[in-house]
């Protein structure tokens, strides 16, 4: 809010003309001195309205004919003044040399890691980090996220060479005797299936079909068989109970012997295939890329990274939403011994803030046009009385001083020009 000393000035000056002026008329006062204070009022009142004129020109329109349209000067020069600020402020005030001299003398990593090292500002950090987090998590389910995964990693997989990792770690399973749990375990599984009833109904389908066969091969072996089935000779369900508990006897003893014939076998059988894949044979690789192929084509049937994205989501929105969570805990630990290595670390906040100027710099060159945008676009909100208004009441109270030193100047230099004529 302006003061009024400019007028107050103004008022004095011209009540003191008013009143000297009528006592030297009225002969009430007539020495010399009189007179000389009289002109000093007199100047006075000119040096005020002349300012008075002066600063409300500025701002308002003043209705005196061929002068009028020399005042309500910031109004009807909006644009000048406009396009004048923006000059200043873009190329003079924040021009990109001056902003990219001040940040060379900013130490903006140390400025930012003792902002995070304040509980309260990691709180803040925190939380603009975990509802950034919760964003990405919400679109997790998304089924185009979901499809570009499943393409990435359709293409990672046919990529990946797995024939030489695949191929040492099946060769050193066997040699440091890795994979005995799981000759274990399939023979165990082996053993159930074979004690299963069904087992001995199929194996008794295909006796019979076998010695139906054998029957055709001619009418002695026809015959044969004829006279053993129907003397008792041959018992099929027998034949079947017998093998089955043949089978399920050497299971047992491959079950609990390392060394036993079957397993060695199956060991030599393992270890060759695994130096075909690390020698890169053929028909080993063929089977590893169809075994690739044929994952990556269930994963896709089966929807399981949909699945899998839904599942994750529920999972690390609950970890996000709760702040003593593992996850959550995790990021915090670990945020604080970056931060305080970052610290321990000059080299590495001298990278950061290269990094950081560098950037900035570009940025302010590329973008620098913007801040004038700003202002203009600030500037041209504002219609003719709020532009004046603010602009007065920002530099009012400096231009009431102007009226008064003109009023007060003017005095002096009357009461002056009043010696020298008297002089």
């Known amino acids: 809010m302006k003061n009024n000393l400019g007028s107050i000035s103004l008022l004095i000056a011209f009540g003191g003309l008013v009143l000297f002026e009528s006592l030297l008329r009225f002969g009430i006062i007539n020495h010399q001195a009189w007179h000389i204070v009289t002109a000093g009022f007199e100047a006075a009142t000119i040096g005020g309205f002349a300012d008075w004129f002066a600063v409300s020109a500025l701002f308002h329109e003043i209705p005196i004919p061929f002068v009028r349209k020399h005042t309500n000067i910031i109004a009807k020069n909006r644009e000048k003044l406009t396009e004048g600020i923006v000059d200043l402020v873009t190329n003079k005030?924040?021009?990109?040399?001056?902003?990219?001299?001040?940040?060379?003398?900013?130490?903006?990593?140390?400025?930012?890691?003792?902002?995070?090292?304040?509980?309260?500002?990691?709180?803040?950090?925190?939380?603009?980090?975990?509802?950034?987090?919760?964003?990405?998590?919400?679109?997790?389910?998304?089924?185009?996220?979901?499809?570009?995964?499943?393409?990435?990693?359709?293409?990672?997989?046919?990529?990946?060479?797995?024939?030489?990792?695949?191929?040492?770690?099946?060769?050193?399973?066997?040699?440091?005797?890795?994979?005995?749990?799981?000759?274990?375990?399939?023979?165990?599984?082996?053993?159930?299936?074979?004690?299963?009833?069904?087992?001995?109904?199929?194996?008794?389908?295909?006796?019979?079909?076998?010695?139906?066969?054998?029957?055709?091969?001619?009418?002695?072996?026809?015959?044969?068989?004829?006279?053993?089935?129907?003397s008792g000779g041959i018992d099929l369900d027998i034949i079947s109970e017998e093998l089955l508990e043949k089978a399920t006897e050497i299971l047992k003893e491959a079950k609990t012997d390392p060394s036993h014939p079957i397993r060695l076998k199956f060991d030599t059988w393992i270890l060759e295939f695994a130096h075909q894949l690390t020698a890169g044979d053929e028909k080993a690789t063929q089977l590893i890329d169809n075994l690739k192929e044929t994952a990556m084509q269930h994963i896709a049937s089966e929807n399981v990274i949909e699945k899998l994205l839904q599942n994750s989501k529920q999972t690390l929105a609950s970890q996000l939403q709760n702040e003593e969570s593992s996850l959550v805990q995790f990021f915090i630990s670990n945020a604080k011994k970056l931060i305080d290595d970052l610290?321990?670390?000059?080299?590495?906040?001298?990278?950061?803030?290269?990094?950081?100027?560098?950037?900035?710099?570009?940025?302010?060159?590329?973008?620098?046009?913007?801040?004038?945008?700003m202002v203009r676009e600030s500037m041209m909100k504002l219609n003719n009385k709020e532009l004046v208004a603010q602009i007065e009441d920002k530099v009012g109270n400096d231009l009431q001083y102007i009226r008064l030193n003109g009023a007060v100047v003017g005095g002096l230099v009357g009461v002056i020009l009043a010696l020298l004529k008297l002089l």
């Open 93 to 230: 005030w924040l021009s990109p040399e001056i902003i990219t001299e001040k940040l060379q003398q900013v130490d903006l990593a140390k400025t930012i890691l003792d902002f995070l090292q304040q509980p309260k500002n990691q709180q803040n950090a925190l939380r603009i980090i975990q509802d950034i987090a919760m964003k990405f998590v919400n679109e997790l389910d998304n089924p185009a996220f979901a499809k570009a995964l499943q393409k990435i990693i359709k293409e990672q997989i046919a990529t990946i060479d797995l024939n030489t990792p695949v191929g040492n770690w099946m060769e050193n399973a066997i040699k440091n005797g890795d994979h005995h749990k799981i000759w274990e375990l399939i023979i165990e599984e082996t053993a159930h299936s074979i004690a299963n009833p069904e087992t001995k109904n199929l194996l008794l389908e295909k006796l019979s079909v076998v010695a139906e066969e054998y029957g055709h091969k001619g009418f002695l072996k026809k015959a044969t068989l004829f006279l053993a089935k129907k």
């Open 343 to 373: 610290n321990q670390d000059a080299a590495a906040q001298q990278k950061m803030n290269n990094w950081m100027r560098t950037t900035i710099s570009e940025m302010l060159v590329k973008f620098h046009s913007e801040i004038g945008n």
